[in-house]
Every structure is written in structure tokens, then in C-alpha cells.
């Protein structure tokens, strides 16, 4: 009788096996990138020099279902003095983007689930491209030339994506809860695409108010344990994007994030980014302003590229992108103002770098 189970069992591993891993990965696609920061404001001083190599990998497990991962490793070198926060402190670090189980019964509904990253959402006054243990369910549906869709978001807010910059934040039991509506219209002369959710955080822990009051939301507290934010979060953002294609190989963009929180009062809940895009050839020219109210949205989560919260600033990017060589080299530059002058700073940010990406398809 137990040979016989064990027989069994091996032969049930063997079925499992051959279904889940006989195939071959249906999308490997790689970047590598090298990248020079410099900060300079009263509080932080950064000169990083970053290497990072990402493998993007989803694998068809069975009928309907993916398997979604992208990972990879980040080398880091150069200065950092900070006087609370070590967000560009230099980091060696294997680093998780994406991990997640997408589910496709019909080819209208879609079901996600597990490590899934924000990014997607396109909204960095919000959110910043970090994985949230999430489950994520959707309807999209076409009419004519127009897509549009239905989602629903249920995550857990990672405490730990800055951990090497932030200090460990270990307590709490975060929540994000999100829905949302989009819209696409693609077409020869002009494409369209909208995105329109409601966003409600819960339980964020004192740690996480402890870091954010650095990064320029209103906190009431003085420790890591005892820092709550005097606000809740709980609102509306808004995602467009407009283009027009002016020529053989011309195109102009605009887009744009509106986002505002019900829970806090007039003049500390609303954020405001937009920016004009001109490609021309290989060129790619971007003007962009942004505004970011001190409590529109908790600071730990968004992007530090427009300085968190509290902060009002120009940016204006030049790339070269090389087709042929699946190449973009890029140029950045950010003036950012803000208006206190005790955990915050008028603040300058230079970006250089390289990217190359590799397909194995």
C-alpha cells in the first residue's frame, strides 16, 4: 500500500512538473542601465554613480494562467550625506519588481495576484514603481476604435521598499484599496487614453508617519513609534495622456495627473503634474511643471524624482533613442521648491545615464 502511494505521488509530481515547467518562457526580455545622480539641497548631498540589470520573464503556465516575474540586482558607488533621510544612500541589492500569478478565463477578465508593481498606474505623485502584495481584478471590454475598462485594487502597502535608505519599518497592517475606470482610443492621427480611480489608504504604521514628516507630509509626534500623520488618505487621481502625430516621424504628447485628497484641507490636498513631450526622429524633448500639496498622498509611496510632497518644481528631459541598437541615452534635470526650510529644501537633481534591452523571444 505505501509503495503503491509513493508511486502515485512521484507520478503526480511528474504530471505537475511537465505541465508547469516542460514549456519554454513565452517572453524573456532584459535592460541593463547605467545611470550618474547628483542632489544638492540643505539636507542631502548625493553624488551615485548606479548599475542595475533587470530580466522581465513571464512563462505560460496553463491554460489562461501567466506567471509574471522581474527581478534583478542593483550596484550602486559614490556620496550620500544626509541629515534625515538616506534615500540615496548607495545600495548593492537583489531587487523584486514583480512577482505575480495573471488569470484569464475570457479574454474580457483578467485576475492578478501577488507581487505586483505600482507603476502600472502611471501615477508618481502617488505611487512609485514598487511592488504591493496586491490582488487586482479587471473588465476591459472594446467598441469601435475605444477600449475601456473596470478595476478593482486590493494591496498591502510594502513597509520595506526603501528599507536600505529608510531604515527598517516593520509594524502596522497597511492597506490600499483602489477602483477605477480607463478609456483608450487609438487611432492614425490622434490616440487618447484616461484613467480615473478612487483611492483609500488604511492603517499606516508610525514608522512609515516617522519617515514621510522628511519627505513633507504633516505628521503630529516625535518618535518612530509614537509619529501618526494628521490626515487620512483617501481621494482621487486622475491619469491622461494625449498625443498627435505631426509628421512622418513627429510626434507631440501631453500628459498630465491630477490628483486630490478628501481628508485634508484646501491648500495641502491636491497634486498637479503635466508635461509636453516633442519626438522628432530619434529626439525626445519634455518640459514638464508639477505640484504636490504637503498631504495629497503619503510620501513614502510616490516618487522622489519630483521630491515627495510639499513641493512645486520644472523639469525638462532630452533623450536619443537608437532603434537599431534597442539603445536610449537620456538627460534629466529637476528645480524643485518647497515651502519650508527645516526637513525640506529648495533642491537641483541631474540625471544621466544609458539603457540597453535585450529580447531572448
Known amino acids: 500500500m505505501k509503495l503503491t502511494s509513493y508511486l502515485l505521488f512521484l507520478a503526480l509530481i511528474n504530471s505537475a512538473h511537465g505541465a508547469l515547467f516542460s514549456s519554454p518562457p513565452t517572453h524573456i526580455k532584459g535592460k541593463a542601465s547605467l545611470e550618474a545622480i547628483s542632489v544638492d539641497d540643505l539636507q542631502t548631498e548625493a553624488r551615485v554613480v548606479s548599475f542595475s540589470v533587470f530580466a522581465d520573464i513571464k512563462q505560460t503556465v496553463l491554460p489562461h494562467l501567466e506567471a509574471s516575474v522581474i527581478a534583478g540586482g542593483v550596484l550602486e558607488t559614490g556620496s550620500n550625506e544626509s541629515l534625515f533621510v538616506d534615500e ?32 502600472r498606474y502611471d501615477s508618481p505623485l502617488l505611487l512609485t514603481e514598487t511592488p504591493f502584495v496586491s490582488a487586482r481584478e479587471s473588465i476591459n471590454f472594446k467598441l469601435a476604435d475605444y477600449s475601456f475598462g473596470l478595476f478593482l485594487s486590493q494591496a498591502v502597502p510594502s513597509n520595506h521598499f526603501l528599507t536600505n535608505r529608510l531604515g527598517s519599518v516593520d509594524e502596522g497592517a497597511p492597506s490600499l484599496l483602489i477602483e477605477g475606470i480607463t478609456m483608450h482610443l487609438a487611432g492614425d492621427l490622434m490616440f487618447f487614453k484616461t484613467q480615473i480611480m478612487r483611492f483609500k489608504f488604511n492603517n499606516l ?107 512645486e518644481g520644472q523639469g525638462i528631459e532630452l533623450a536619443w533613442m ?36 535585450f529580447s531572448f523571444d
Open 88 to 119: 540615496f544612500k548607495p545600495r548593492q541589492d537583489l531587487v523584486l519588481k514583480e512577482a505575480s500569478l495573471s488569470y484569464s478565463p475570457i479574454e474580457a477578465l483578467q485576475i492578478e495576484a501577488g507581487a505586483l508593481n505600482q507603476s
Open 205 to 311: 504604521s508610525s514608522n512609515v508617519a516617522y519617515n514621510s514628516q522628511f519627505l513633507g507630509n504633516s505628521t503630529r509626534g516625535v518618535s518612530p513609534s509614537t509619529t501618526a500623520f494628521l490626515y487620512d488618505y483617501e481621494g482621487y487621481n486622475i491619469v491622461m495622456e494625449m498625443g498627435f502625430n505631426i509628421g512622418e516621424s513627429s510626434s507631440l504628447i501631453f500628459n498630465g495627473q491630477y490628483l486630490y485628497n478628501d481628508k485634508a484641507p484646501d491648500g495641502r490636498n491636491t497634486g498637479y503634474l503635466a508635461s509636453l513631450t516633442l519626438e522628432m526622429g530619434q529626439l525626445r524633448l519634455t518640459g514638464s511643471y508639477f505640484t504636490n500639496e504637503s498631504d495629497s498622498s503619503p510620501a513614502f509611496y510616490n516618487s522622489s524624482t519630483y521630491g515627495h510632497n510639499d513641493r
Open 322 to 357: 537608437i532603434p537599431t541598437e534597442a539603445t536610449s541615452l537620456y538627460l534629466k534635470a529637476y528645480k524643485l521648491d518647497t515651502n519650508q526650510q527645516i526637513l525640506q529644501s529648495d533642491s537641483s537633481r541631474f540625471y544621466a545615464g544609458i539603457t540597453r534591452s
